[in-house]
């Protein structure tokens, strides 16, 4: 694997590595740039992201090290990565964290290669164990495009709910329009009182 130059190439410090039956989710890293290029390089991948797809993996290198540096307080992303083969094939986070409030935001995205296989659940529901969990917040949201249905019905079988209306015009998109966007939120309680069957059991943090 093509590596690029990199001036921190070690996971950031404090921030828990996470681990599913199929997946780890750890701190990512400069050295991702390449493998995550194929998630955020990919037009259709990236359909619904307010940024621009990356047109090299040197691209990416910016956005990582803001993230990296960003205060584990309010932000941390990790690669979800394959435990079978060891290669990054997506990203997850958390983001508008209000400590004071216990609440925060997450954004998650998979390679399109990997799509329909289960693994975007299962790394979210990772996410969602360390968030209720070790970070002891009360309610995670997740901000979602009215087209994107793969993603409305993953937030769905998480137990999220849509609790607004259309939020008309609410992200600027690369393209320059302004996309309207859905609110999902998911509380502790319903995290915790999902049935035992719904798939998300035997997810590690």
């Known amino acids: 694997m093509t590596r690029l130059a990199s001036s921190s190439s070690h996971p950031t410090d404090g921030i828990a590595v996470l681990q599913t039956p199929r997946l780890v989710l750890r701190p990512w890293t400069e050295d991702d740039a390449v493998a995550l ?10 359909r ?18 803001r993230s990296v540096s960003a205060p584990a307080e309010y932000h941390a992303a990790w690669a979800v990565v394959l435990r079978a083969s060891g290669v990054a094939i997506g990203f997850v986070n958390y983001h508008h964290r209000e ?10 995205i998979l390679a399109r290669a990997f799509w329909g296989q289960g693994l975007a659940r299962e790394a979210v529901a990772a996410l969602l164990d360390h968030c209720f969990g070790a970070m002891a917040v009360n309610r995670v949201e997740a901000l979602i495009d009215p087209d994107n249905t793969a993603s409305l019905r993953l937030a769905e079988r998480l137990g999220f709910r849509c609790e607004s209306g259309r939020m008309r015009q609410r992200l600027k ?3 320059g329009r302004f996309a309207d966007i859905l609110m999902y939120g998911l509380l502790a309680a319903d995290w ?8 998300t059991a035997g997810v590690l943090s």
């Open 192 to 199: 915790a009182g999902r049935p035992t069957n719904d798939g």
């Open 99 to 108: 400590v004071s409030s216990a609440r925060l935001e997450i954004g998650y």
């Open 173 to 175: 998109m690369p393209d």
């Open 48 to 65: 619904f992201w307010n940024t621009a797809p990356s047109a090299r993996p040197e691209d990416l290198l910016p956005g990582i090290r």
């Open 37 to 46: 290029h194929a998630v955020f390089g990919d037009a259709e991948a990236m």
